[in-house]
């Protein structure tokens, strides 16, 4: 067994420091939180209108969602234009990872580097989160699924607005029904809000396994801030053994 801190060394964060049921249904798409205000099991949000013609299409839309396949469903999203992120993005950027992976990681949304790529945490921060995953001997390829709360970038990488996120939650919620993952592991405070419909600092939330739904859910720092942070490296790794510990049942 490594000691802590060779595995922060594995990491390269030491101080430098750095199976399964489908349910289906349009059940799960209500979910997700979209902002502080929501709430969580209604996927309502504040400040956002829904007129009577508005809902019919949104919910011809959740039940299409509803049905997808992880594959249609990145071609649905790929051609998705549900809110107005569709008219800046490169690429949309569905996730990527093992269908069958009980580990989930979700973000926030995508980057330049993810929106000119397609593929969810990619550049400096998705190599400390490879490094993450390698020391807890996992790959992206391997027992692990990654995605996003948002598919498309924000421009200029500017904090999701409660409309984008109500309308994108039914894709994560379809993603995580499809891959019902042991741990749902959420990436930042942005996520976290978004997942728990709860607004509290990283700081508050980490430590303890919350619940989205019935899948337990630990909450921990996003890469692209431990790599300005270097103190909280060490918590992050300390969040993600507590996750490894829910997915071994212990
Ligand atoms: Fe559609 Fe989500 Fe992209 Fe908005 S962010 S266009 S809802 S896929």
Not at 28 to 33: E, H, P, Q, R, T
Not at 147 to 174: M, W
Request: proline share 7%; net charge positive; aromatic share 4%.
């Amino acid at each position: 067994m490594p000691s802590r801190q060779q595995m922060l060394q594995e990491l390269k964060l030491a101080p430098r420091w750095v199976r399964k049921q489908h349910s289906s249904g349009a059940a799960a798409l209500s979910g997700v939180a979209a902002s502080s205000g929501a709430e969580p099991e209604t996927g309502a949000v504040k400040g956002v209108r829904v007129t009577p013609v508005q809902h019919g299409a949104d919910a011809a839309r959740l039940e299409h969602i509803a049905g997808l396949s992880l594959a249609e469903l990145a071609a649905d999203v790929a051609d998705c234009t549900a809110c107005r992120l569709c008219r800046s993005r490169k690429l949309a950027v569905p996730g990527v990872g093992d269908p069958e992976a009980d580990w989930l990681f979700v973000g926030e949304a995508p980057g330049a580097e993810e929106d000119a790529r397609g593929e969810p945490f990619v550049g400096q921060a998705g190599r400390l989160l490879d490094n993450m995953l390698r020391a807890l001997g996992l790959s992206r390829e391997r027992q692990v699924y990654i995605a996003n709360v948002l598919k498309c970038r924000p421009p200029n990488n500017r904090t999701p607005e409660p409309a984008e996120a109500l309308a994108c939650q039914p894709y994560l919620s379809r993603q995580i029904e499809l891959i019902a993952p042991r741990i749902i592991v959420a990436l930042g405070k942005s996520a976290a809000t978004l997942l728990l419909g709860e607004e509290s600092s990283i700081a508050s939330l980490r430590g303890r396994v919350h619940r989205y739904r019935d899948v337990p859910l630990v909450v921990t720092y996003h890469p692209a801030y431990l790599l300005r942070s270097l103190p909280d490296k060490a918590k992050a790794w300390e969040d993600l053994l507590l996750a490894k510990r829910v997915v071994a049942g212990g």
